[in-house]
């Protein structure tokens, strides 16, 4: 069964960082880009950023450059993303999807997603 797991998520103190997991599980990553939204409470799903197969990023969201970035270890069939500097409106719940290239309209397969919490 083809699935996407997002951990990692928390507490974290304002300027603190974390790094959440994707861990994908019925197929392997190696060939897809995978996405990278988050959704505050009250609020519409903002798509974050999204890591290509060939490991290049495309940053949707301009508040997150030089803050976010991520990664991925094919040999774990895991992405992760890397938040570092957080603020307290980076608090949400973050959630990974699958893609062929990194159109969020595309994204499919999304995980039931990791919260943050930022407090400061």
Known sequence: QVALVESGGGLVQAGGSVKLICAASGFSLDYYSIGWSRQ???KEREN????HATN???YYSNSVKGRFTS???NAKNTVYL???NLKPED???YSCALGNGCVP???RQWGQGTRVTVFS
């Open 40 to 42: 505050a409470p009250g």
């Open 82 to 84: 890397q938040m570092n």
């Open 71 to 73: 990664s991925r270890d």
């Open 91 to 93: 608090a949400a719940l």
């Open 56 to 58: 290049r990023i495309t």
């Open 105 to 107: 309209a595309d994204f």
């Open 48 to 51: 974050v950023l999204c890591i």
